[in-house]
């Protein structure tokens, strides 16, 4: 009796078993199909933080991609500055700019995007302290009276490499208030040691020749920034002896 109970129970146990193996391989395979197509959608989800450089009715995505160089190079950019309204004046030429991307790569990625979307184009040097800065990045409007909106992301701060960041001294570029946001940068005219943020970029002596040449005669406060923001006309009406960068571009990146 006992060995009949047994043979009747048997195959019903194994049938079980049976059956939970091959269900099992069945969930696993659903979980994976199901984590597949969520990570398929967050990665198509994702996109580039990108900043919007707005000009009238055009709208130009400038991605904060890295410059295709190495994080060990230099990139060499050139600058045009002229004083468009004084043809009498001396401040005019090519400014040359080392951007230290291997020093301040999150700085000099900002500045760099910046050149690529021609943010600086056509940039008045609207404050000039004498033995002090140059500072510039506030786009006029276009010809046409359509007001260009500018916005870009704030990038991080880089920190300090031991023995390696640049200081505020005369010939360094940085960012106005250390906020990429703003688009405005600013050259040291002389040394600046104050504690402050870090630049990103040098000008050279022949450069500086250049920059220490743009008139510095209009006090802060004279009306500049609003002058820049309705045009050049304007400009040239109450500010004739003010400089402007023409064009920037990037010569190489090592």
């Given at each position: 009796?006992?060995?009949?109970?047994?043979?009747?129970?048997?195959?019903?146990?194994?049938l079980k078993r049976t059956s939970g193996v091959k269900r099992c391989p069945m969930v696993v395979v659903s979980w994976l199909v199901a984590l597949a197509i969520f990570s398929?959608?967050?990665?198509?989800?994702?996109?580039?933080?990108?900043?919007?450089?707005?000009?009238?009715?055009?709208?130009?995505?400038?991605?904060?991609?890295?410059?295709?160089?190495?994080?060990?190079?230099?990139?060499?950019?050139?600058?045009?500055?002229?004083?468009?309204?004084?043809?009498?004046?001396?401040?005019?030429?090519?400014?040359?700019?080392?951007?230290?991307?291997?020093?301040?790569?999150?700085?000099?990625?900002?500045?760099?995007?910046?050149?690529?979307?021609?943010?600086?184009?056509?940039?008045?040097?609207?404050?000039?302290?004498?033995?002090?800065?140059?500072?510039?990045?506030?786009?006029?409007?276009?010809?046409?009276?359509?007001?260009?909106?500018?916005?870009?992301?704030?990038?991080?701060?880089?920190?300090?490499?031991?023995?390696?960041?640049?200081?505020?001294?005369?010939g360094s570029l940085n960012f106005a208030g250390g906020n990429s946001g703003t688009g405005q940068v600013y050259v040291n005219i002389n040394n600046n040691l104050k504690p402050?943020?870090?630049?990103?970029?040098?000008?050279?002596?022949?450069?500086?020749?250049?920059?220490?040449?743009?008139?510095?005669?209009?006090?802060?406060?004279?009306?500049?920034?609003?002058?820049?923001?309705?045009?050049?006309?304007?400009?040239?009406?109450?500010?004739?002896?003010?400089?402007?960068?023409?064009?920037?571009?990037?010569?190489?990146?090592?």
């Amino acid at each position: 009796m006992k060995s009949s109970s047994y043979s009747t129970t048997s195959p019903q146990r194994s049938l079980k078993r049976t059956s939970g193996v091959k269900r099992c391989p069945m969930v696993v395979v659903s979980w994976l199909v199901a984590l597949a197509i969520f990570s398929l959608i967050v990665l198509v989800s994702r996109t580039p933080s990108a900043a919007e450089h707005t000009r009238a009715d055009k709208t130009v995505k400038v991605k904060n991609q890295i410059i295709q160089s190495s994080r060990d190079g230099h990139v060499i950019v050139e600058c045009k500055l002229d004083t468009p309204h004084d043809t009498s004046a001396p401040a005019h030429g090519i400014l040359h700019i080392t951007v230290h991307r291997s020093i301040s790569p999150l700085a000099s990625d900002a500045f760099l995007n910046m050149i690529k979307s021609d943010h600086f184009n056509g940039c008045y040097l609207f404050r000039v302290v004498k033995n002090f800065i140059v500072q510039w990045g506030i786009e006029s409007p276009l010809s046409d009276g359509q007001q260009a909106k500018v916005k870009f992301d704030k990038v991080g701060i880089d920190p300090p490499v031991t023995g390696q960041s640049l200081l505020n001294v005369r010939g360094s570029l940085n960012f106005a208030g250390g906020n990429s946001g703003t688009g405005q940068v600013y050259v040291n005219i002389n040394n600046n040691l104050k504690p402050g943020s870090l630049p990103f970029a040098m000008l050279d002596d022949k450069s500086m020749d250049i920059i220490t040449s743009v008139f510095d005669g209009y006090s802060a406060g004279m009306g500049q920034v609003k002058a820049v923001k309705q045009g050049a006309d304007e400009v040239k009406k109450l500010f004739p002896k003010m400089s402007r960068i023409e064009k920037c571009w990037i010569v190489n990146d090592d």
